[in-house]
């Protein structure tokens, strides 16, 4: 009999088809008995295949469409899905979508028929795709991984407490937190508040009723006792929620923030420190500048103070057409008070000659100690010079009165040079350097005076800078040469010697004599050096006339007192290996042989011992008596030629020469004449007994060139032949400006 459907079976089917398709369910039907296999619409689209396309395939092929890390695993559910295993009627697997990604299934199935054998005849399932769930849960899972991670690295602890129940769930961060690992995460409400600080309880629990009372969340801080008695402090913040039954929650985190706290407590610490600190650099900044620009012993300002307060001065003056005054102060006689009484006697002359300044200028005017016994005073003047003037006068007379100290009565005063200048074109640098000037003319005058910078004074100054540097180049170059002046037997006329003389050779102005260079050679503190170049010349210039014919019995040199103080000297000598008995060092009498220091007895000695013999320069002009000739033993004495002038008119002069020379031979001292300049001179002390004379008379100085052709030619007997020397040598002379 042929069954038809009815309306009803048929209405049905349509409604379960809309049903199936609704739910996203792909249907498959495999019956084996039939030798069918049924795919649906949605089975086949969650594939990515069309409603019309076949999806008849072997099974081998389906397989190779399935991930391969779950390839193994279908298989084996497969199997037991079939046979009944309720783990295995639901399972999900990846599969290859049509397009190439892969596609997450959920898959449901059973046997619904068996043949005969028992084998399944017919199996029926769904298909759904989750891949959209399995999205979310592995981002839920990656979030919830990331969270557990933060949580883990910031070690902050959960808790989510029911309010209604008065119990909190603990998490394992916070139990640790705590110190109660292994204990139950659920704890009642009191448990939290017993392990607070006493010292923090009341505080910390005031702020959580307030939170609850308000209904808001909560950010506190406070400390904990753990379980094993250290003591942590604990940041806590809090928010409250409502959960899925409607129960009222709190939920929050706890972490610990010891650390934390004990550095913000360093750091508090030591930025109170640091203010301190600051307090007491920022004081001894002030002092320390205040010993920068001040004089430590005077408290007046220093030379820096003043290099500042200068220009600052200079600047108002510009500005305001003012005169600008600088007045450059000395104290005289200072050196003899630090030297006799000492250093102590010294500072307190300093300290009262700082008060004279200050009360001797308006106290508007700058007042500073430069160093040493030298001020300065910096005043701003409407024009003239009367009042610096009358200023000046008042300090020098102020100074001059007479100090008491520890019973002493010190007396000292004061030379001051003054600079003045006004207009835009004001030089500060300048006019302080002019004021050095001014003083420089003030000591030269005479000292406890005032002077006012000039230009003549300033080229004056200038013409000595060039001449001290054109003494240091001329050491360079060698320019400093000697020139010879032969000495005589008096009674036999032969030559008895040579004295050496030293002279420059200018490149501009020709042969100059030491009185024209020899002072600042002195300042420049050379004139040891000079000598020296002229010993070693002279040495070298008697080994040349030697091997002309000509051997002077001796040379004689001059030597300075900063040569004679120089405690190389004895060593200087030795390299020279001199011939004992052929040199002689003249020493002026001016020299100080009375109290000959430690060094320049020394030198003296060694002198002595290398077989170089002593001469006493200009005696009869210094300051040398008989007892120290008798310590010194001198060679030879060389009477001055002050003395020698007026022989031939003056009886007194010979009877005084005369006395020299009779001196001399009782102490076993042989006597030199030098000026001897006419041929009476060379008569007269002949008669009184002279030993050795040396002069223009009998010969001029002279290159050591014409040394030996001089000596041969023998000229100085003749005394035609002596006078024309003596007028040519004179004249010569007179125009070199000088003559030793």
Not at 31 to 40: D, E, I, L, Q
Not at 59 to 79: G, K, N, S, T
Not at 278 to 286: D, F, G, I, R, T
Not at 632 to 647: A, F, H, Q, V, W
Request: a negative charge; proline letters at 3%; charged letters at 30%.
């Amino acid at each position: 009999m042929e069954i038809h459907d009815t309306p009803d079976l048929a209405e049905r089917e349509s409604r379960w088809n809309y049903a199936l398709i609704g739910s996203g369910l792909g249907v498959w039907d495999h019956n084996h008995r039939a030798g069918t296999k049924y795919y649906s619409e949605t089975w086949k689209e969650i594939r990515g295949m069309g409603p019309d396309e076949s999806a008849d395939g072997d099974y081998e092929e389906w397989l190779a469409l399935l991930h391969p890390d779950d390839r193994d695993f279908v298989i084996e559910a497969i199997d037991k899905q079939i046979a009944g295993d309720p783990d295995f009627q639901v399972f999900e697997y990846r599969e290859r979508h049509k397009d190439g990604h892969w596609v997450w299934i959920e898959c449901r199935g059973a046997c619904v028929e068996w043949d005969e054998n028992g084998n399944p005849a017919r199996i029926v399932g769904t298909d759904t795709d989750i891949t959209a769930r399995k999205r979310a849960e592995e981002m839920l899972e990656h979030l919830s991984r990331r969270l557990d991670l933060a949580l883990d690295i910031t070690r902050i602890g959960v808790f989510e407490a029911d309010l209604e129940a008065d119990a909190v769930e603990w998490d394992d961060r916070l139990l640790a937190m705590y110190g109660l690992e292994g204990t139950s995460r659920v704890k009642p409400g009191e448990a939290w508040e017993k392990m607070l600080h006493p010292d923090d309880r009341a505080r910390a629990l005031s702020r959580l009723d307030e939170s609850l009372d308000k209904d808001q969340g909560l950010l506190h801080e406070f400390r904990i006792i753990r379980a094993d008695g250290i003591e942590r402090v604990i940041r806590a913040r809090s928010a409250f929620f409502v959960d899925a039954e409607g129960k009222r929650k709190l939920i929050g985190a706890n972490w610990d923030v010891t650390e934390e706290v004990k550095l913000r407590n360093d750091l508090q610490n030591a930025k109170n420190l640091a203010e301190a600190r600051n307090q007491e650099l920022e004081a001894a900044k002030e002092s320390i500048e205040h010993l920068a620009l001040h004089d430590y012993l005077t408290g007046l300002p220093n030379r820096r103070y003043l290099d500042r307060t200068l220009e600052e001065r200079a600047e108002e003056c510009r500005n305001g057409s003012l005169t600008l005054a600088v007045l450059h102060i000395d104290l005289d006689r200072f050196k003899q008070i630090n030297d006799t009484l000492g250093h102590r006697a010294g500072d307190a002359m300093l300290k009262h000659a700082a008060k004279v300044l200050k009360d001797c200028v308006r106290s508007t005017d700058f007042v500073a100690r430069i160093g040493g016994d030298e001020f300065v005073v910096l005043c701003a003047i409407d024009s003239g010079t009367k009042k610096l003037s009358n200023m000046a006068a008042r300090i020098i007379r102020e100074l001059s009165k007479p100090i008491r100290y520890e019973g002493h009565e010190c007396r000292f005063g004061a030379s001051i040079g003054i600079a003045a200048d006004s207009g835009a074109d004001l030089d500060a640098k300048q006019l302080l350097l002019n004021a050095d000037i001014a003083l420089y003319r003030a000591k030269g005058a005479g000292r406890n005076r005032h002077e006012f910078f000039s230009k003549d004074a300033r080229r004056s100054i200038i013409a000595a800078k060039r001449l001290a540097d054109e003494i240091l180049q001329g050491l360079e170059r060698h320019e400093f040469v000697p020139v010879y002046q032969l000495q005589f037997n008096a009674r036999t006329l032969e030559v008895a010697g040579v004295e050496t003389l030293a002279r420059w050779q200018h490149p501009e102005h020709g042969l100059m004599a030491p009185d024209r260079f020899l002072k600042i050679a002195e300042d420049l503190d050379v004139v040891s050096t000079i000598d020296g170049l002229i010993l070693e010349h002279a040495l070298a210039d008697r080994a040349a006339w030697a091997k002309q014919g000509f051997r002077t019995p001796k040379i004689s040199v001059n030597v300075s007192s900063g040569r004679l103080n120089d405690p190389t000297l004895g060593k200087k000598l030795k390299a020279l290996k001199v011939e004992p008995g052929t040199l002689s060092f003249e020493l002026l009498e001016s020299i100080s042989l009375d109290d000959c220091d430690d060094a320049v007895t020394a030198n003296l000695r060694q002198i002595r011992r290398l077989g170089i013999d002593i001469e006493i320069d200009d005696f009869g002009t210094g300051h040398a008596s008989i007892v120290s000739l008798l310590k010194l033993s001198p060679r030879t004495l060389k009477i001055d030629r002050e003395l020698i002038r007026m022989l031939p008119q003056s009886a007194e002069q010979r009877k005084l020469v005369r006395s020299i020379i009779d001196i001399g031979r009782s102490l076993s001292i042989l006597v030199t004449a030098e000026g001897v300049e006419t041929m009476d001179h060379v008569r007269i002390l002949a008669d009184l007994g002279c030993d050795v004379l040396q002069g223009y008379a009998l010969a001029r100085p002279m290159p050591a060139a014409q040394i030996p052709a001089y000596v041969q030619a023998a000229s100085w007997r003749h005394p035609e032949g002596g006078a024309r020397a003596l007028q040519s040598g004179l004249s010569r002379d007179i125009k070199r400006n000088g003559t030793k």
